[in-house]
Structure formats: C-alpha cells, structure tokens
C-alpha cells in the first residue's frame, strides 16, 4: 500500500473528525488506567498487582455478564446521545479519582467506568463496518 493512499482517507473531514475523536478517547481510557495503576500503588504497595488483577477481573466480568443489555440499548437509542451522556458520565467517575482514599473505592470506579463504556462496543463496530 502506498503512503499516499494511506491517508486519503483523512482527506474526508467526516472521517477525520471521527478518526481524531476516538484516537483522544482512547488515550484518554490509556491515562486514565494508568492513573488506576498508580493509584493502586499509591493505595496498596506491594499488594497493587493484586488491586489491580481484581480491578481487571471486574472490568471483564461487568464485559461478559452486561454487553447483552449495552446491545439492546445501543439499538433501542439514539446513539448521539447515549454516547455523549456515556462520555460525560465516564469524564465524571474520572475527577473522582484523586478523592479515593480506599480499595474499594477502586474497584467501583472501575465497574462504574465499565458499565458506561459497554454501550460504545456495538456502535463502534457498526460504525466501521
């Protein structure tokens, strides 16, 4: 593939638009894991990899046992809107974190924070395809 085709698809403001969006929303969702991470650490010391194993078991358990309701929501909506509440919701749950004084309150930002992204996975899709 030539360089040049490569970035044709930019030329198309739409797509550079929707391109630029989810290139900040997923580093915004890298930032902010790494803040869990060394909030875990700040929290738990030597313990922080096991903070963070559950945080991540939880994060695939709300994946597994809530993406059939995300689904029906994501074709029962309007898709703009749930996603911008979902995005404000998540950027809310964010400025939480510099109060968490304690484990648990990890492990709820991170259900919370999953429960609120589950509705992106099916219009992300479909939205590519």
């Not at 803040?35 to 945080?55: I, M, N, R, T, W």
């Not at 509440?85 to 484990?103: D, N, S, Y």
């Not at 492990?107 to 429960?115: F, P, R």
Request: aromatic fraction near 10%; glycine fraction near 6%.
């Amino acid at each position: 593939m030539k360089a040049n085709n490569f970035f044709t698809s930019l030329s198309n403001p739409i797509f550079r638009r929707l391109y630029a969006a989810q290139t900040i929303s997923l580093l915004g969702d890298a930032l902010t894991w790494l803040g869990l991470a060394l909030l875990a650490f700040e929290l738990a010391g030597k313990s922080s990899p096991v903070v963070l194993a559950g945080a991540l078991t939880l994060r695939v358990t709300a994946f597994v046992l809530l993406s059939p309701l995300a689904g029906v929501v994501a074709d029962r909506f309007d898709r703009k809107s749930i996603l911008m509440m979902t995005h404000l919701g998540r950027m809310l749950l964010v400025c939480l974190l510099p109060f968490v004084r304690e484990i648990w309150q990890i492990y709820a930002l991170v259900l919370g924070l999953n429960i609120l992204v589950l509705p992106e996975f099916p219009w992300r899709t479909l939205d590519v395809v």
